[in-house]
């Protein structure tokens, strides 16, 4: 039997250490092959010339030519899933999202030293985004070459933050919530279906799998751009018509309901579903606070974050929805949804705006 085959990954970093700690990082992974390394996009583009990788880590800030420069030039000349690796930093978040806006699949952080939880989460965070990459649809095609397997670790469910929906009927209220979930190639897929909002839409809630720091530029970035208010979710934000919520880089965000009011929880615990948010955890959280006066949506991304939670959520009345394979970046989520039975309707990313208003108002 032929073994499957791996992952041949390209490291663009000015930094020798950075390169080095990713691709000691990378190699952990047996699905990931590293092939080269490069200190700057010229050296790069030689390496690509002998050799082309399925996907490419790049660094924003490199002397001679930044990565958004050379993003955009390998955009246009040979599309390669490209993964941006960032220092944490609020000021280069914005650089971060027009790279995404720009044909990235994905933004990592480089890898944190010291704590061992944090080199785990760090691990996990990185082999998965390689992973996505590798099958995602970059410059209108989507690459199929690579079929990565996503279990290496065990992983927690929500479990691991509140326990399972109860079997009592929620009281229904004249509001209705909408619980969206997200990952690999779902940026640009929420702006589609949030510029589409009217003002007075039903209140939002999202998980996209970004780090810290970057939902806060993502949701200005949205606010800018929409007629509803898109911010990124605090402590006891309310949940309010017009209003989208992010949730925020490393922080769960549950739905919670006091009386007739909506409001989220914004709270430290562990990757669940190897994820923190973790779409899972949102949507149990509005299987038990909204049951039925709740619409869950399910969107591009790899793994199956957010299959069981929207389970839940069917179980306890909401009405559930997943974006389609041809318009999505990574077809993993949905997908897994899909397979449990879970979902009401599949539909186009470009529809999507209309079918969640239509349920929010059934």
Known sequence: M?????????????????????????????????????SDPFVAAKRIRDEVPDVITLDVEMPRMDGITFLRKLMAQHPIPVVMCSSLTEAGSETLLQALEAGAVDIILKPKMGVAEHLL????????????????????????AVTAVHEP?????????????GGRAMARTTETIVCVGASTGGTEALRVVLEALPLDSPGMVIVQHMPEKFTASFAKRLDSLCAVEVKEAEDGDTVLRGRVLIAPGNKHTLLERSGARYYVSVKDGPLVS?????????????????????VGVIMTGMGDDGARGL?????????????????????GMPKEAIARGCVDRVVSLYALTQEILRAAAR
């Not at 073994?3 to 990931?32: F, G, H, W, Y």
């Open 2 to 38: 032929t073994p499957p085959k791996k992952i041949r990954v390209l490291i663009i970093d000015d930094s020798a250490t950075v390169r080095q700690t990713l691709a000691a990082v990378l190699e952990t992974d047996p699905q990931i092959e590293v092939i080269g390394v490069a």
């Open 121 to 144: 989460e760090s691990r996990i965070r990185i082999c998965d985004a390689v992973k996505a990459a590798a099958g995602a649809r970059v410059g209108g095609r989507r690459r199929d």
């Open 153 to 165: 670790e065990k992983k927690l469910t929500a479990d691991a933050m509140l326990p399972p929906p």
């Open 274 to 294: 190897r994820h923190r948010p973790s779409v899972d955890v949102l949507f149990r959280s509005a299987a038990r606070s909204a049951g039925a006066n709740a």
């Open 311 to 331: 389970e839940e959520m069917k179980q306890a009345g909401a009405h559930t929805l997943a974006q389609d394979e041809a318009s999505s970046v990574v077809f």
